[in-house]
C-alpha cells in the first residue's frame, strides 16, 4: 500500500485499532517522569492522587462520607487519562502509517557488484558472475549494486551508470513511472521503489537504519516532536496560570479558616483542578502532533512541529527553477522550418537525427516529431544506415544512410559540420534563433546533406497548473521568487510564464544564502523549495526548507520537510495546514481560559454562600449545595476535553483572514463559547447529580 493511499484510508478521526492501541498508549503516559513536561496535567495527576490517597483514608479510618472523595478522585482520573489519551491517539495515527510503510520493507535482495571499480566502466549490465547476491540489509555505503528491470532497489543512492524507468510509488504513492539516469540532479534514487526497465548501477550512499524509509518511519510517529517556541511560550503560560489559580486557591483556604467556613482539603484541591487550565493542557500535544499528521496525509514529512508551526508565518518563497518549477529537462515544445521546407519534412529529419541521441532533450524530440507531426521512423530499405550518437564534444547526433548524411545539433555546431559561416545563414533562420532565444529557449539546427531545414525549440518547461497555484500564494501574502542559474533573459522569460513575484538570475549557492539571510534579516519566516545539492545550504538555512523527493540526498538531508510528490506548489497546503496549526493552538487556549473563569464565577458563590450571604446574587445557577457544585465542576472539566479531543485532530477550519478578524472571530466564537458552555454543562451535571443523590 503506498503512503498516499495509506493517508486516505487513515482520514477517519477515530479509527478502531488506533484507538485500542491509544487506548493502551494513554496508561503508559500516566508515568509521572513522562508527564513532568507538562505542568497542568502532572498538577492534576498529583491532586488525583492525593484524593485518592483522602478516600482510601476515609473509606478505612471513617470519618468524612468517602463517597464523595471517591467519585472526585475518579474524575480527576478520568480528566488526566482523557488527556494522555488525546496524545495517545494524534500519536497513533502516525504510527499506524508508519507500520505500513514497515510493511514496505520487504526481504529485498541485492545483486552487489563484485568489482565495482570495473563493472562500472563496462558499456552495459555485467554479467552474472560478476555480482554477488546479498541481503539489503547487508549493503553499506560506497558499495555498488546492480538493479535490472522488475528488481526492488535495496537501499538509497546514486546512479553512476544507466538510466531506467522507476516506480517510486512505494513513496509517492502516484503510480506514474519516473526516470532516473546518470548524472545531473535526478541520479538519486530511494530503497524501496522498483525499477520498471532498463538497468541501473546504484552506489549505496545509506548505512543500515538510515535509509529514506527509516527517516520516514521515524517523521510519522512524530513520538520524539520537539515543542515548537510558540508551544514553549504557552507552556510558560499554562505554568503561569496554574501558579496563580493555585495561590487563589490557598488564598480560599486561609479565608475559609479565617470565616469559619467548611471546605474540605477535597473540595480545594477539586477546584483547583477545575480553574487550572486543564483544557488547553490536555490537548497542547495532540494539536501539535496532529498538524504533523496532516502533513503526512499531503504526501509531506516535516522532522519538527517547529516547521510546521514556522511555515504558517511564511512571508517570502524562494523556489529553484529547474526541477521545482519546470521539469528540469529542456524538452522539444516545436518545430520551425525554412521557407519552402515542410513540417514534416523537418519533423522526420529531425526523428532520424535523434535515433542515436538518448538524452532527455533527444528522447524529447523523437516523442514531439512522432505526436504532433505524426512523423515515423525512416525505411532504410537495405541500406544500413550508421547511426551517430549524440556527444558533448560535438553537440550533434544524426544518422548516415548511404550518401545521405542527417544532422541535427547546436546551431555552430552543426554550422562547423556542413561548412557554412553563421553570417551567411538565411535570415529567417538567424531571426529564428533569436526569437527562441529572447523566449529563454535553447535552439537546435537539423541539416539534410548539408542544407539547413529549419530550427527545434527547446525549452525548460514549466510544471502546469502552477501560475494558479503562486497566484494563490500571493493571495495569502506570500512573496515567490524563483531561482536560477540561467541568464537573467532566460530567467524573466520562465518568471513570466511561471507568475512569480520576482526572479534572482545566474545565482550560486553563496546568492541564494545571501537572499534567505537578507530576507530573515528584514523579519520575515523565509521558505525555500529545492531539489539539488547546490540548494543544500538554502534548504538548510531556510526557515521552512521543502526538499523535493526526486532530489539528490543533500537536499532531502538539509531540508526540514519532504515532499513525497515533488510538487513545489504544494506549498499552499503545507502553509496552511501551519496556519490551522496556529489558529487551533490559539482558538483552544482562547476557550480554555474563558472556560476556567467562567467555571470560577460559576463555582464559588455556591460554596461560600452559605458563609456569605450577600454572595447570593452572584450564585445565579442556583447550583443545589457546594459538592454538588464542585463534583459537576470536575464532571464536566473531564468531559470537554473528549468532547474538543476531535477538534484538537481535525483542527479549525482554515480563513485566510487577517490578524484582527481572526481575533475577532477567536474571541466571539471560542472567548464567548467558553465562557457559556461551562454555565449551560455545569447545571446540566448538576441537575443531573442532585437527581441521583450523588452529593
Not at 537504519?209 to 520524539?224: N, W, Y
Not at 524538452?331 to 532527455?360: C, K, N, Q, R
Not at 538548510?540 to 523535493?548: C, I, K, N, T
Not at 468531559?639 to 490578524?659: C, D, T
Amino acid at each position: 500500500m503506498s503512503t498516499k493511499s495509506v493517508a486516505k484510508h487513515q482520514l477517519a478521526l477515530f479509527d478502531p485499532a488506533i484507538i485500542g492501541a491509544a487506548a493502551l498508549d494513554a496508561l503508559k503516559k500516566l508515568a509521572p517522569h513522562r508527564l513532568a513536561a507538562n505542568p497542568v496535567i502532572f498538577v492534576t495527576e498529583v491532586v488525583a492522587a492525593l484524593v485518592t490517597f483522602l478516600w482510601l483514608r476515609a473509606l478505612f479510618q471513617g470519618g468524612a462520607d468517602p463517597s464523595f472523595s471517591g467519585q472526585i478522585a475518579l474524575w480527576l482520573w478520568f480528566t488526566v487519562l482523557f488527556a494522555t489519551f488525546a496524545e495517545a491517539v494524534a500519536e497513533g495515527r502516525g504510527k499506524a502509517q508508519a507500520a505500513t510503510l514497515r510493511a514496505t520493507r520487504s526481504d529485498t535482495v541485492a545483486k552487489r557488484l563484485i568489482d565495482p571499480k570495473n563493472a562500472a566502466q563496462t558499456s552495459g549490465a555485467p554479467i552474472a558472475g560478476a555480482v554477488e547476491t546479498v541481503a539489503a540489509l547487508d549493503l553499506r555505503a560506497g558499495d555498488v549494486v546492480l538493479v535490472e528491470a522488475g528488481d526492488v532497489i535495496p537501499s538509497d543512492g546514486d546512479i553512476i551508470e544507466g538510466v531506467a524507468s522507476v516506480n517510486e510509488s512505494a513513496i509517492t504513492g502516484e503510480s506514474a513511472p519516473v526516470i532516473r539516469e546518470a548524472g545531473g540532479d535526478r541520479c538519486a534514487v530511494t530503497g524501496g521503489t522498483t525499477v520498471l526497465s532498463d538497468w541501473i548501477k546504484v552506489r549505496i550512499t545509506a548505512q543500515p537504519g538510515s535509509t529514506f524509509i527509516d527517516r520516514m518511519i521515524a517523521l510519522v510517529e512524530g513520538a520524539e516532536r520537539q515543542k515548537t517556541p510558540n508551544e514553549l511560550a504557552l507552556s510558560v503560560l499554562l505554568a503561569g496560570l496554574t501558579l496563580i489559580f493555585l495561590i487563589a486557591v490557598v488564598t480560599l483556604w486561609g479565608l475559609a479558616a479565617y470565616s469559619g467556613a467548611q471546605v474540605g482539603v477535597v473540595v480545594l484541591v477539586a477546584l483547583l483542578v477545575t480553574l487550572i487550565p486543564t483544557t488547553i493542557g490536555g490537548l497542547l500535544s495532540a494539536i501539535g502532533i496532529a498538524g504533523m499528521d496532516r502533513l503526512v496525509r499531503f504526501n509531506v514529512l516535516a522532522t519538527s512541529g517547529r516547521a510546521v508551526e514556522a511555515a504558517g508565518d511564511v512571508d517570502t518563497l524562494l523556489l529553484d527553477k529547474t526541477g521545482t518549477i519546470t521539469f528540469g529537462n529542456r524538452m522539444a515544445s516545436e518545430f520551425l522550418p525554412l521557407p519552402g521546407v515542410s513540417a514534416i519534412t523537418l519533423a522526420e529529419a529531425a526523428l532520424a537525427a535523434s535515433l542515436g541521441d538518448d538524452t532527455p532533450e533527444g528522447r524529447s524530440i523523437v516523442a514531439l516529431a512522432k505526436a504532433d507531426y505524426g512523423a515515423t521512423a525512416p525505411d532504410f530499405g537495405d541500406v544500413k544506415p550508421a547511426i551517430v550518437p549524440f556527444a558533448a564534444q560535438t553537440r550533434l547526433s544524426g544518422v548516415d544512410i548511404g550518401d545521405r548524411s542527417i544532422r541535427k545539433g547546436a546551431v555552430e555546431a552543426l554550422f562547423r559540420f556542413i561548412g557554412l559561416p553563421s553570417d551567411q545563414a538565411p535570415a529567417e533562420f538567424r531571426v529564428g534563433v533569436e526569437r527562441i532565444g529572447n523566449s529563454g529557449g535553447t535552439p537546435l539546427a537539423v541539416a539534410d546533406n548539408g542544407i539547413l531545414l529549419g530550427l527545434i525549440h527547446l525549452k525548460d518547461v514549466v510544471k502546469p497548473g502552477i501560475r494558479e497555484r503562486f497566484a494563490a500564494l500571493r493571495a495569502m501574502g506570500i512573496k515567490t521568487v524563483m531561482i536560477t542559474g540561467d541568464n537573467p533573459l532566460t530567467a524573466a522569460s520562465i518568471a513570466s510564464e511561471a507568475g512569480v513575484d520576482d526572479f534572482l538570475a545566474e545565482a550560486t549557492p553563496e546568492d541564494k544564502l545571501k537572499l534567505i539571510r537578507k530576507e530573515q534579516t528584514g523579519g520575515r519566516l523565509v521558505a525555500m523549495c529545492g531539489d539539488g545539492t547546490n540548494d543544500a545550504p538554502a534548504l538548510a538555512q531556510a526557515d521552512v526548507g521543502v526538499a523535493m523527493q526526486t532530489g539528490t540526498q543533500a537536499a532531502r538531508e538539509a531540508g526540514n520537510m519532504v515532499d513525497l510528490d515533488s510538487d513545489p506548489s504544494k506549498l499552499i497546503e503545507v502553509v496552511e495546514i501551519g496556519k490551522q496549526l496556529l489558529m487551533t493552538r490559539g482558538s483552544l487556549t482562547t476557550f480554555s481560559i474563558a472556560n476556567d473563569v467562567a467555571k470560577y464565577f460559576a463555582i464559588l458563590p455556591a460554596l461560600f454562600v452559605a458563609t456569605y450571604p450577600e454572595l447570593e446574587t452572584l450564585n445565579v445557577m442556583h447550583l443545589a449545595s457546594p459538592q454538588s457544585a464542585i463534583l459537576s465542576a470536575v464532571i464536566f472539566n473531564a468531559i470537554i476535553i473528549v468532547l474538543l479531543i476531535p477538534l484538537a485532530l481535525k483542527g479549525v477550519a482554515y480563513r485566510a483572514v487577517g490578524a484582527a478578524a481572526l481575533l475577532r472571530r477567536n474571541l466571539l466564537i471560542y472567548g464567548l463559547g467558553g465562557l457559556i458552555v461551562p454555565f449551560i454543562g455545569i447545571k446540566a451535571i448538576d441537575l443531573f447529580v442532585a437527581a441521583l443523590h450523588l452529593a
